[in-house]
């Protein structure tokens, strides 16, 4: 006879526990203490085992037959139920470590073991471990696209597109890393493309004319702030580099006899070394300002620390001091001054993108062009230098007039 809810509810405790039966093996175990726990008998290679299903009331009657079925399934397919949940329990136990957070762990520690340079790292972290913080804890297979666009969706309205679609090809590079390590089944960022906004393009801000860039030359020249923010972006506007490879600058990459300056591979954007030819302005800045870094590592370090390097904000800060808007200029702009005039001016433009290390998609040509250029760049980076000068020069003149 089959168990009611009124049969379940009605049973007393015994002085010893017994059984009320509900058939296919089901029974409840009905304890001294009161408590009534769902059993299931089974055979498995003619053996005899018990599965437990929890308490009453906690498990109904009709969950308890549910899972009765859902064991005789197992049985009939040539299953032990009490191995699939040993292993059901080991998949779940698995997948609650398998977090995003744990999977974002992993992924950053194979960067940086691979020499992914401080700015990827630090970008990354940025991305994953605080943007996407809401996905920490979540189980990598249980995250679906709409949880994702969520965030996405959350950063966009705030004006910040370029990030929003930034952080789900972060997010996407995690999902993929996590398929080739058989911890992620798919890539819930595919379904996501095309849903974001388009970034609008903002440009870096540069002075492209000559006479306006020598009167910032002019201004950069007469700076009283700290030193070290002059001649860092004296050196950017005549090294023709990024702000952050100047600010990281080593004394150890001076090459005093060959007027060079060697910046290694994992502070380069493209991840390949780059020789910098100096030129005697550049010479001048750089003897001029050594001593300030005496017994330390860095050329130009920070207002606070000799230790720390001098921050993209304090040369930024100087550029509005001088009264350059950010509309205006920038740090980074440097870069496109000088590429600008001197293809206006009729320098050969793979001399200008070697000088401005610019990587070719040929890594045989790269690294030909980088030792076939050389000879050239060492002009090029004297004749700008030069070029500033005249500048300088010509802003002075007219503003004299």
Not at 120 to 135: D, G, I, V
Not at 268 to 290: C, E, N, T
Not at 336 to 356: F, M
Request: proline content about 6%; hydrophobic content about 40%.
């Amino acid at each position: 006879m089959l168990l009611t809810q009124l049969a379940i509810k009605n049973a007393k405790p015994r002085e010893k526990p017994y059984k009320l039966r509900d058939g296919n093996g089901l029974y409840l175990l009905v304890s001294p203490n009161g408590s009534k726990l769902w059993r299931l008998r089974y055979r498995f290679s003619d053996k005899q085992n018990m599965l437990s299903f929890g308490a009453f009331p906690e498990v109904s009657l009709a969950s308890a037959r549910t899972k009765r079925d859902e064991a005789r399934k197992l049985l009939a397919e040539g299953v032990d139920p009490s191995q699939q949940r040993r292993l059901d329990k080991i998949a779940a136990a698995t997948a609650a470590r398998n977090t995003f957070g744990a999977l974002v762990e992993d992924y950053l520690a194979k960067l940086e073991a691979e020499g992914a340079a401080e700015s990827t790292m630090s970008k990354n972290r940025w991305l994953l471990q605080e943007l996407a913080a809401p996905l920490t804890k979540r189980p990598i297979n249980e995250i679906t696209p709409a949880e994702i666009l969520v965030i996405l969706k959350r950063i966009e309205k705030t004006g910040r597109r370029e990030t929003a679609r930034r952080l789900r090809g972060a997010i996407g590079t995690v999902f993929r890393y996590g398929i080739t390590t058989l911890r992620a089944i798919n890539d819930p960022t595919f379904a996501l493309r095309g849903a974001l906004l388009k970034p609008v393009v903002q440009h870096r801000p540069a002075i492209t004319d000559e006479v306006r860039l020598g009167g910032l030359m002019v201004s950069i020249d007469e700076y009283d702030g700290w030193p070290t923010v002059r001649a860092a972006l004296q050196l950017i506007a005549l090294t023709m580099t990024r702000p952050a490879e100047v600010r990281l600058m080593r004394r150890s990459e001076i090459v005093w006899p060959k007027a060079t300056w060697r910046i290694p591979a994992e502070r380069m954007k493209m991840r390949v070394p780059h020789d910098v030819p100096l030129s005697k302005q550049a010479l001048a800045i750089l003897r001029d300002i050594w001593p300030l870094s005496e017994g330390h590592q860095l050329v130009l370090p920070s207002i606070r620390s000799p230790l720390k390097p001098l921050s993209e904000n304090a040369m930024n800060s100087a550029l509005r001091r001088m009264g350059y808007t950010k509309e205006e200029m920038c740090p980074h702009g440097f870069r496109s001054s000088a590429s600008t005039i001197l293809n206006e001016r009729g320098y050969d433009d793979d001399v200008i993108e070697a000088a401005l290390a610019h990587q070719e998609e040929d890594e045989v040509r790269a690294a030909y062009n980088r030792a076939k250029y050389l000879p050239q760049r060492i002009k090029l980076m004297q004749d700008w230098a030069d070029l500033l000068d005249q500048f300088r020069t010509r802003s002075s003149t007219r503003n004299v007039a």
